[in-house]
């Protein structure tokens, strides 16, 4: 399945703020219950994954202003209202197109060699 077949706007997105197939699913179960307060351990539960990947996993999309934290427990929150619509159009390529979706993730550099390139990248001054 090519990668065109999944909107430029989400293929941006998933580049941006999703680093494993695990966040992605996380990022989808939350949406689907937007009202439920969800523990570390039920969020794994039901993604299939240990407590620490599940942890990690809310955690990293929280820091990226997808999630809130509230006594515990991870709820579904983008921060900035556009990325409602950018989520939800996620969620149609996912469920249209799994495999160019998941070889988009895969096919990303690892967070940290990201993270290298950005201490090189030129910055403006201010």
Not at 26 to 32: D, F, Y
């Amino acid at each position: 399945m090519p990668l065109t077949e999944v909107p430029e706007h989400v293929r941006r997105f998933v580049v941006e703020a999703i680093d494993s197939v695990p966040e992605l699913e996380a990022l989808l179960l939350l949406r689907t219950a937007r009202d439920r307060g969800w523990s570390p351990e039920d969020a794994g539960a039901r993604l299939y994954v240990s407590l620490p990947v599940a942890t990690h996993v809310l955690a990293a999309l929280t820091a990226r202003g997808l999630l809130v934290a509230e006594d515990g427990a991870f709820r579904y929150a983008p921060a900035r209202q556009e990325l409602e619509a950018v989520i939800a159009d996620l969620a149609t390529a996912y469920s249209a197109h799994l495999i160019a979706v998941t070889r988009l993730i895969h096919g990303k550099p690892a967070p940290s060699v990201r993270q290298f390139a950005d201490a090189f990248r030129l910055r403006k001054e201010t």
